[in-house]
């Protein structure tokens, strides 16, 4: 779920909280990184139980339909599809994600009621369920549909939004990334999933945990050495104007280069001028890509980069 590209910015973000409150508490710093990586997982959940939600929700406006003595055949079949979507019934019902949205007593959704409700009557009275609800069943209709509501309703809904960056700050940035991560699981999704399927582990691997820390304490704890490879670049530039998170990116991707041989130089770079495009100024991958590429040169010259595995250089 977490990528290494998310990995660098959650770091780059204690990096620059270290810098700006000029803390030297590293511990501090690391056990708030993990705590904000591990957050990451909790917003998934959250989002999972919103979802499993909106099917009792239906399940429970379906069966009322059913005893309503005045309803017509057509109120009757309104919630059927939504109730019987066998996507959303398989996360309702998966045992393994149900027991962590317990554990991790984060289905706030049972007390944000009207929330839920009115997101459910916008989905039923869209254009997009009407044409679903008229579709042959399928496995494949139901996960295109799901797909469709929550990249239409559910990811850009400002209210969720809104609930989200309320309750935890370091959400905000996961957001994206754990809808990205959802919609992509729903797609490679196929009947008769593993029961784990939707219990996706947080680090594809040992080493991908390895690397937040490990990343956050070598740029840290090299931070003088690190600068020092970039200062004397900056001749051509007003040093008090040079970006505050561009320098950090610098010190960064200069650490990737001396201390983490299993990662080729391009791949360093090239995660690197995403972030700044993302996170710093217009010209900041520019202006990044111009030192980096001149530290490179440098540091090769010097024989300082030591990579392991062929073409890593």
Not at 105 to 117: A, K, L
Not at 176 to 200: A, D, G, M, Q, S
């Amino acid at each position: 779920m977490l990528t290494r590209r998310h990995i660098r910015a959650k770091v780059m973000q204690s990096v620059y909280a270290m810098q700006q409150s000029q803390s030297q508490d590293l511990d501090k710093e690391l056990k708030f990184l993990q705590n904000s990586a591990n957050e990451m997982e909790n917003l998934y959940l959250l989002l999972m139980a919103l979802l499993t939600e909106l099917h009792s929700l239906a399940v429970n406006q379906y069966e009322v339909a059913q005893k309503k003595y005045l309803a017509t055949p057509t109120d009757k079949l309104l919630h059927q599809k939504m109730k019987d979507n066998e996507l959303l019934s398989l996360i309702a019902t998966n045992e393994m994600l149900q027991k962590a949205i317990a554990d991790a007593h984060i289905n706030f959704w049972n007390i944000q009621e009207e929330y839920v409700r009115t997101l459910y009557k916008r989905i039923v009275e869209s254009d997009t369920y009407q044409a679903y609800s008229k579709q042959k069943a399928s496995f494949e209709a139901d996960k295109k549909f799901l797909i469709e509501i929550f990249e239409e309703f559910i990811a850009p809904d400002e209210g969720l939004y809104e609930y989200i960056e309320d309750y935890n700050l370091t959400w905000m940035d996961d957001f994206p990334i754990v809808n990205t991560f959802i919609v992509r699981e729903f797609k490679n999704l196929r009947p008769n999933p593993p029961e784990k399927y939707f219990t996706p582990p947080l680090y594809n691997n040992s080493e991908e945990k390895e690397f937040l820390v490990d990343l956050l304490k070598k740029t840290a704890l090299n931070d003088a050495k690190l600068k020092s490879f970039v200062e004397d670049k900056l001749t051509n530039w007003d040093k008090e104007r040079v970006a505050v998170l561009d320098l950090i990116l610098l010190k960064m991707a200069i650490c990737e280069f001396l201390h983490f041989p299993s990662i080729p130089v391009k791949v360093t770079i090239n995660e690197y001028l995403e972030l700044a495009k993302e996170y710093s100024t217009a010209k900041s991958s520019l202006f990044i890509n111009g030192v980096l590429n001149v530290v490179h040169k440098e540091l090769s010259e010097k024989e300082l980069i030591k990579k392991i595995g062929r073409g890593l250089l």
